[in-house]
């Protein structure tokens, strides 16, 4: 008798959403994908690969935003609608064994506190609750109780900066195969050991290249050496949002509860225990400190990059506060030309964009930018310059464009708000990085093209939303005591005893602590 191939439905949100700038997130800008084209997405559900062999894949709807400010209800409305619809007609063609839930987990919805788990009660209302649901996240997303309790299966990012994206959502999908074709004798739903942290640090302090966040996430494979464990998931949490699922969880899966248990509470326990010694992964200072550096740095420690930190589009930054480049502009090293060649990425300013293109390569323009969307620290920007290049057709910025002020310094301007994490990024605009003496740009830790191509390089401490500085932004709703807000725990240490989660076929009762 043959076996039936397994059917697992595909769906999934993901936004990394600062609470702390003005900045909104629509529908669009989840460029939403849809029944083929949404499993088109992940290389490895294409056919021929194992996975593929292994079971039909099936996509309701994959929508991944840019990280920046809070998705608006309206959107999250149409978005959330819409799967569920898409869900409803697969549900209506076929008998679902299991559905893969691909999600960032730090999306914050206007008006609500835990957006990740709003969604999958309503896919939960769709497919039911035999359906296995295996979710994959990122370490800097949140596990409330209540999600990991509607989860089955839970797989997270170990590495900071996220060069195991692919591997883990890889996992996540091997382990909802593993658990829907399991014997009869074995649990299609593993056991489930939560244990809360009372730690919120911006991933800045807490990159897996440097110590302490190292050891701990080395530390899971001896986790998962512990028997009858399926999977290991530590997450650091999102820093930038002010609800009460903000902070670091463990989670691990099995089937064997001494296992579970344990392993849960000694990641638990490690992570607590090192909570003093994270530190950020570069060299910090203000921007003026930052740069006094890096104008005096000797040849051998160009290009230096600068981290303007506090407007990272990639950690939920608007992208348009003006507010570092424009201390750039004023600095005298670069009045008097004697800085060397510097480039700054990047400031949005749709206008600018167009009338710089208007004019051509070769032309001089003054235009305005920036500060369209956040405009709490600075005002928009008017630069003078020629237009270096002009580059059409980037799927974040649509179109880019280079101007060239003070001579030797390269401001690129964007139609929409983009990252620069790849050298490409800027070769293609004509510039050399690897060749200029200052290179600045909006981001936190260095993502590894960028990490590799700088000679030495330091994290300013800029405003904005993703302030690295998180006692000046306001939390008020976090769950206290919380480390580093509050740091005498010397009298009620916090209880890392692991929580058992009830399968999602069973109620959940208890506090949510």
């Not at 296995?132 to 990012?157: F, P």
């Not at 709703?477 to 010397?490: E, K, L, N, Q, S």
Request: with cysteine; glycine share 8%.
């Amino acid at each position: 008798m043959t076996r039936r191939r397994p059917v697992i439905a595909v769906c999934g949100l993901a936004c990394e959403t600062s609470a702390f700038t003005p900045a909104r997130t629509d529908a669009a800008a989840f460029h939403p994908q849809r029944g083929p084209e949404a499993i088109a997405l992940y290389s490895f559900l294409h056919d021929g690969t194992p996975l593929a062999a292994e079971a039909d894949w099936h996509g309701a709807l994959i929508g991944r935003a840019l990280p920046g400010g809070m998705v608006t209800r309206e959107a999250y409305e149409e978005l959330a609608g819409e799967m569920v619809s898409l869900l409803e007609d697969v549900v209506a063609e076929h008998t679902l064994d299991g559905l893969w839930f691909d999600i960032h987990g730090a999306m914050v919805v206007e008006g609500l506190d835990d957006a990740e788990f709003d969604l999958l009660q309503r896919v939960r209302a769709v497919i039911g609750p035999d359906v296995i649901v295996s979710a994959s996240m990122d370490l800097h997303g949140n596990v409330s109780r209540e999600l990991a309790h509607m989860l089955d299966l839970v797989t997270c990012y170990r590495m900071a900066p996220h060069e195991d994206e692919y591997a883990t959502k890889v996992r996540a999908c091997e382990n909802l195969l593993r658990c829907i074709t399991a014997p009869r004798d074995v649990p299609k739903r593993p056991l489930k050991a939560w244990v809360p942290i009372p730690v919120l640090l911006p991933g800045e302090q807490t990159s897996t290249r440097d110590e302490p966040a190292k050891s701990i996430y080395g530390s899971i494979s001896d986790v998962e050496a512990l028997p009858g464990i399926l999977d290991v998931g530590v997450w650091v949490g999102y820093a930038w949002a002010d609800a009460p699922r903000n902070r670091a969880a463990v989670l691990v899966t099995g089937w064997n509860r001494d296992s579970v248990a344990a392993g849960a509470e000694r990641l638990a326990r490690q992570f607590w225990a090192a909570r003093a010694g994270f530190h950020f992964v570069a060299p910090t200072g203000s921007l003026d400190e930052c740069l006094d550096v890096a104008f005096t740095s000797s040849a051998d420690k160009r290009p230096y990059f600068v981290s303007d930190s506090g407007d990272n589009p990639t950690a939920g930054g608007s992208g348009d506060v003006t507010w570092g480049l424009a201390k750039l502009l004023r600095r005298q090293e670069i009045v008097d030309q004697k800085a060397g060649v510097v480039i700054y990425a990047s400031i949005p300013g749709p206008e600018a964009v167009q009338k710089a293109v208007a004019a051509g390569v070769g032309s001089t323009v003054t235009v305005t930018a920036g500060a369209a969307v956040d405009n709490l620290h600075a005002g928009p920007i008017t630069l003078t310059g020629t237009v270096f290049s002009v580059k059409h057709g980037d799927p974040h910025a649509h179109t880019e464009v280079v101007l060239r002020v003070f001579e030797t310094v390269y401001v690129i301007l964007t139609e929409l708000r983009k990252p620069y994490h790849y050298e490409r990024d800027f070769t293609d605009l004509g510039l050399q990085p690897r060749q200029a003496d200052v290179v600045l740009v909006k981001i936190g830790y260095l993502e590894p093209q960028l990490y590799d191509m700088a000679a030495d390089w330091m994290l300013a401490l800029t405003p904005g939303g993703v302030d690295q500085d998180l006692k000046r932004l306001g939390h008020t709703r976090i769950r206290r005591p919380m480390f580093p807000f509050d740091t005498d725990f010397d009298e009620k240490p916090p209880d890392l005893s692991a929580r058992l989660i009830p399968m999602s076929t069973e109620p959940l009762t208890g506090p949510d602590d």
